[in-house]
């Protein structure tokens, strides 16, 4: 086994990849089964190597341009559209959910997808704690985002199914944002704060918008979210917005 990543970048054959992947479980913690990190960082690079994984990373950010044109006209922001929408996809396939994501509990997931969304200039925006300088999002900002995005989610996941916004609604959110009617009796508050931000939303746009995607997407038979992920957004992704459509502030 080479010691280094650097070393370990050559193209080897599959009886070599076999003995790799046995030394890599070898190399196991007996009282934890964690793996030897080189080791096992090693053995995925050789893996990959000429295998056409970075193909794969590159088609899924060409089709996203594609569903999303047209181009960006500014050379500097088409880098930056293929920079972020690249670093989506990477984030989506390390974050493979359970035990199965390579990235700690401790990283923030939802949120860096949200940050790479808005770098690659996709619409429409979202709730994005990394904004900083003249378009930083201030709290109030990011939570009018929030709340326009969950708005989203409800009316695409309610027009691609073909339910009630109450179902979607209760399909989707938080249990602090189900229109239970008992619930709302006792908190009449999120009912009026939920019709204003769908006003909101209607107004900006996000609500014709929502059903148009859905509807495109039903109607071709793509599957729920698949080109829209800003409509149809991890439950992970879910549970920030609604954190920050519904964190109070100071004045």
Not at 17 to 23: E, N
Not at 129 to 148: D, E, I, L, S
Not at 200 to 209: C, I, L, R, S, W
Not at 228 to 233: D, F, K, L, S, T
Request: charged share 20%; hydrophobic share 40%; glycine share 8%.
């Amino acid at each position: 086994m080479t010691n280094t990543i650097a070393d370990a970048l050559t193209l080897i054959e599959r009886g070599d990849l076999h003995a790799m992947l046995d030394s890599l479980l070898d190399s196991a913690d007996p009282s934890t089964d964690a793996l030897d990190p080189t080791t096992f960082w090693n053995f995925i690079h050789v893996l990959t190597k000429g295998r056409g994984i970075g193909d794969d990373l590159n088609k899924a950010a060409a089709a996203d341009i594609a569903h999303n044109a047209p181009l960006p006209d500014d050379p500097a922001q088409l880098w930056r559209t293929w920079q972020g929408l690249i670093l989506g996809h990477v984030l989506g396939r390390l974050d493979a959910g359970g035990g199965g994501a390579i990235l700690p509990q401790s990283f923030n997931v939802a949120a860096m997808k949200a940050h790479a969304h808005n770098i690659a200039d996709r619409k429409p925006e979202l709730p994005d704690m990394f904004r900083h300088g003249r378009n930083a999002q201030g709290h109030k900002t990011m939570a009018r985002v929030a709340q326009r995005c969950l708005v989203g989610a409800v009316v695409y996941y309610a027009t691609y199914y073909g339910v009630t916004e109450a179902e979607a609604r209760r399909s989707i959110l938080p249990t602090e944002g189900h229109p239970d009617p008992g619930k709302e009796e006792r908190n009449e508050g999120f009912r009026s704060n939920w019709s204003r931000w769908k006003a909101a939303a209607v107004k900006q746009g996000t609500v014709d918008a929502a059903e148009v995607e859905a509807n495109n997407a039903r109607d071709s038979g793509l599957r729920f979210g698949s080109f829209a992920p800003n409509y149809a957004p991890t439950s992970a992704m879910i549970a920030e917005w609604f954190a920050a459509a519904t964190e109070r502030f100071p004045k």
